[in-house]
């Protein structure tokens, strides 16, 4: 019971602390100018402030405070406060974290080339492989060997970190998404880490369900905020960390396999957007108007409609990775086959891998962000900024 109170309030303390940072990182915004203009093209009608990824990074390293005092104070035990030794592990998150909202806090400022972005990316995900976190084994399906990574543990873990950096990203694309995806996907990963008694990871877990809840409360449609490069990245990084730690430095088929279903809906319309751009001869780094929220917007949906249809879509997912981790290996095939179906008729209904669609002889160009109509023309210079 003790334990359950202890994620209780680890998980109020970092949601209170978020919503009670919002209003000023919002208003801090609006003085600076760092904002989503309304116009023409966009949804909001009046100025949006960026920069919500700060209020986040805040509910973060409070509730981690909280926690370590507790911990010090012999209130609880937990996997902050380590005596006789330094955490090493849990600095590299706190720093590596903090780099990426860093980044992302530049961006949201002065829009940074795509590469500058993706290289402070690596170096993010540098830092937490460096101070611990990693895959060190991999244990194949039917088989009872393990493949030792060795050096190639870095490079591996990286990549692993990088993906779920952007998959957060690019799903961030109308309000509340991106939070609501990442709330739902930590909150089972949560529930899956707690039966394999992972308390550091699950910590880990119960603090992102809380920040992007917290922040979900002034991100919902309609938006006061958005949360900018600097909360999807940070997010993203989140996400993939709490399921590199849930893996305990040794990964089967089923641990690999059961973080990828809970982020299913954004690896697919990631997926889904590198087969397009390369389909169409462009980088991988241009915007375009193909994402699953473009396409439920055209489809008639409300921006609000179309959000909680994917919450609904990850959701399903979710439940459906829980009765994986929790059933035998035949069950476990015929659960992932039953979430494949209607995904496949999803994605197949959508044209998520179609070419973004044609019109006056040119492609339409979507920028991911909020309010944008797929029906309007190209945005302008002004216009392109992202959140």
Not at 135 to 147: D, E, M, N, Q, R
Not at 154 to 165: D, Q, R
Not at 217 to 226: D, G, H, M
Request: aromatic share 10%.
């Amino acid at each position: 019971m003790l334990m359950w109170v202890h994620y209780l309030l680890v998980f109020a303390v970092a949601l209170a602390a978020t919503a009670l940072l919002v209003p000023p990182v919002r208003q801090f915004a609006i003085s600076r100018g760092i904002v989503d203009e309304p116009g023409p093209r966009r949804v909001n009608k009046r100025p949006i402030p960026r920069l919500g990824g700060v209020a986040m990074y805040g509910g973060f390293l409070i509730a981690l405070l909280f926690e370590y005092v507790l911990e010090l104070l012999g209130v609880w035990h937990g996997p902050i406060h380590m005596p006789g030794q330094f955490n090493t592990q849990v600095l590299g998150i706190v720093i590596g974290l903090g780099f990426i909202v860093a980044v992302g806090v530049v961006d949201d400022i002065y829009s940074i080339r795509p590469i500058v972005k993706f290289l402070g990316q690596i170096v993010a995900s540098s830092i937490i492989a460096g101070t611990g976190t990693l895959l060190y084994i991999f244990h194949p399906a039917f088989s009872t060997g393990v493949i030792e990574l060795g050096i190639w543990a870095y490079p591996i873990t990286v990549l692993y970190l990088v993906c779920f950096v952007n998959i957060i990203n690019l799903i961030d694309g109308l309000d509340g998404l991106a939070a609501g995806i990442t709330a739902i996907a930590s909150l089972t990963l949560f529930i899956m880490l707690m039966t394999l008694f992972r308390f550091d990871a699950a910590l880990l877990a119960v603090i992102t369900v809380a920040i992007s809840a917290g922040f979900l409360i002034y991100n919902f449609n309609p938006a006061s905020i958005f949360m900018g490069d600097s909360g999807s990245m940070q997010l993203g990084l989140l996400l993939g960390t709490v399921s590199l730690l849930g893996t305990a430095r040794f990964l089967s088929l089923t641990m690999l396999i059961v973080p990828v279903i809970v982020a299913l809906v954004p690896i697919i319309d990631t997926a889904a957007a590198i087969v397009r751009r390369l389909r169409g001869h462009t980088s991988i780094a241009s915007p375009d108007a193909g994402h699953i929220h473009h396409r439920l917007l055209r489809a008639g949906f409300s921006q609000r409609k179309a959000v909680l249809l994917i919450y609904l879509w990850t959701a399903i997912l979710c439940v459906g990775a829980l009765l994986m981790w929790e059933l035998g290996s035949v069950w476990k095939i015929l659960i992932f086959i039953l979430l494949l179906i209607p995904s496949a008729f999803i994605i197949h209904k959508l044209g998520l891998f179609g070419p973004v669609r044609q019109r006056h002889g040119r492609r339409d160009v979507i920028y991911d962000t909020e309010g944008i109509d797929p029906d309007d023309e190209v945005p302008s210079d002004e216009s392109r900024r992202r959140r």
